[in-house]
T-cell receptor, first 113, second 112 residues
Framework: DVKVTQSSRYLVKRTGEKVFLECVQDMDHENMFWYRQDPGLGLRLIYFSYDVKMKEKGDIPEGYSVSREKKERFSLILESASTNQTSMYLC????????????FGDGTRLSIL | GESVGLHLPTLSVQEGDNSIINCAYSNSASDYFIWYKQESGKGPQFIIDIRSNMDKRQGQRVTVLLNKTVKHLSLQIAATQPGDSAVYFCAESNNQGGKLIFGQGTELSVKP
């Protein structure tokens, strides 16, 4: 089975801090995604990546950046955390060449104080 | 813009009954559809998918129906069990590098 692992289940940070959320997948998937999930707003795509060192903006990239130095790892970076970035963050991966279901990690619940 | 939406935000059913969760999509170019289940404290879990060249697909206790004429997707769960209690999301894709558009989700509550 595909395993998508997010490094932290819960994280508490302060306003202005630089925050790193890590995601690792073990199935050699080309495509990886970062979403945030908020009540009433569903899953919103922040950034995605089709390959190492490649990144594409999703629907809500403002305030975030990403890094993909290795195929299995996709990092989400909050450059200067703000309270409106308190949310559940979900990472997903999928094989690149056809319609297939994305596989999700269990999420990181991030609180910015 | 393109969107995927659910008709009902919450659904309460009796244990043993069948459940039907509905979803409307707006992009006629979408050719792949997925249902996910999300339990509290966990990430979305793949349940079943269907491609646009099919109208129906069955899994274990679940059936997905696709009506392209009215752009409607439904998930049927047979003999609903307490373990089925979760939020269910539909998602659509038109093969743009695996990108999905998600609906808002329906919370299914199963009463014993």
């Amino acid at each position: 089975d595909v395993k998508v692992t997010q490094s932290s289940r819960y994280l508490v940070k302060r306003t202005g801090e630089k925050v790193f959320l890590e995601c690792v997948q073990d199935m050699d998937h080309e495509n990886m995604f970062w979403y945030r999930q908020d009540p009433g707003l569903g899953l919103r795509l922040i950034y995605f990546s089709y390959d190492v060192k490649m990144k594409e903006k999703g629907d809500i990239p403002e305030g975030y950046s990403v890094s993909r130095e290795k195929k299995e790892r996709f990092s989400l970076i909050l450059e200067s955390a703000s309270t409106n970035q308190t949310s559940m963050y979900l990472c997903a991966s999928v094989v690149g060449d056809s319609n297939q279901p994305q596989h999700f990690g269990d999420g990181t619940r991030l609180s910015i104080l | 813009g393109e969107s995927v939406g659910l008709h009902l935000p919450t659904l309460s059913v009796q244990e043993g009954d069948n459940s039907i969760i509905n979803c409307a999509y707006s992009n006629s170019a979408s050719d792949y559809f997925i249902w996910y289940k999300q339990e509290s404290g966990k990430g979305p879990q793949f349940i079943i998918d269907i491609r646009s060249n099919m109208d129906k697909r069955q899994g274990q206790r679940v059936t997905v129906l696709l009506n392209k004429t009215v752009k409607h997707l439904s998930l049927q769960i047979a003999a609903t069990q307490p373990g089925d209690s979760a939020v269910y999301f539909c998602a659509e894709s038109n093969n743009q590098g695996g990108k999905l558009i998600f609906g808002q989700g329906t919370e299914l509550s199963v009463k014993p």
